[in-house]
């Protein structure tokens, strides 16, 4: 399957700050980037879908201005958390698919956010 | 509206066969979708079924019933590796994957 990158891993932030997430596809265009929230003991909830050139659609209920999306090239998304708070601290996880339609998702590892 | 019912949780213990089961209603229907998530870790692929019947893959098998709008995931010989939780998620008619919430399996020795 496809390869795909998330960094940070894991970050620590003040309050009030920004945080930049990326999600790289190793090896392979990636034409729909995926980008997911998950609290503690609770299941997968999509955030916003990006493709490659184009604005993203962000699902009801998350604010586009909170969070940018920014998918610039077949290799890379980028997730900005504008101005975080604590109850943004959340595991944020990117998935790509290769082809539009085709079903199959391919998860990035994770980046663990926590917001002090 | 669209839905995926799955259990919260499920106990097993080592060695034994446990069956997961999932119900949808969706709009429209492009496959079904098992994956495992480790706690603190990303979901991985387990399993894919876009026709009714049964996918074997080791100690994994997935059904589908179409008709019935049900699934079910099959563990056996379970190993205590496979305490996860276990994520249901159906394509729609747009390939959109809806998911579950979850069962959290527990496997005791």
């Known amino acids: 399957g496809a390869v795909v990158s998330q960094h940070p891993s894991w970050v620590i932030c003040k309050s009030g700050t920004s945080v930049k997430i990326e999600c790289r596809s190793l090896?392979?265009?990636?034409?729909?980037m995926f980008w997911y929230r998950q609290f503690p003991k609770q299941s997968l909830m999509l955030m916003a879908t990006?493709?490659?050139?184009?604005?993203?659609?962000?699902e009801q209920g998350v604010e586009k201005d909170k969070f940018l999306i920014n998918h610039a090239s077949l290799t890379l998304s980028t997730l900005t958390v504008t101005s975080a708070h604590p109850e943004d601290s959340s595991f944020y996880i990117c998935?790509?698919?290769?082809?539009?339609?085709?079903?199959?998702?391919?998860f990035g590892p994770g980046t663990r956010l926590t917001v002090l | 509206g669209q839905n995926i019912d799955q259990p919260t949780e499920m106990t097993a213990t080592e060695g034994a066969i446990v069956q997961i089961n999932c119900t949808y209603q969706?709009?429209?229907?492009?496959?079904l979708f098992w994956y495992q998530q480790h706690a603190g870790e990303a979901p991985t692929f387990l399993s894919y079924?876009?026709l009714d019947g049964l996918e074997e893959k080791g100690r994994f098998s997935s059904f589908l019933s179409r008709s019935k709008g049900y699934s079910y995931l099959l563990l056996k010989e379970l190993q205590m590796k496979d305490s996860a939780s276990y994520l249901c998620?159906?394509?729609?008619?747009?390939?959109?994957?809806?998911w579950g919430a979850g069962t959290k399996l527990i496997i005791k020795p």
């Open positions: 998935s790509v698919k290769t082809i539009p339609d085709y079903n199959e998702q391919f």
């Open positions: 079924n876009v």
């Open positions: 090896d392979f265009q990636a034409t729909t």
């Open positions: 990006s493709n490659e050139g184009s604005k993203a659609t962000y």
């Open positions: 969706t709009s429209g229907f492009n496959g």
């Open positions: 998620a159906v394509s729609d008619s747009n390939y959109q994957l809806i």
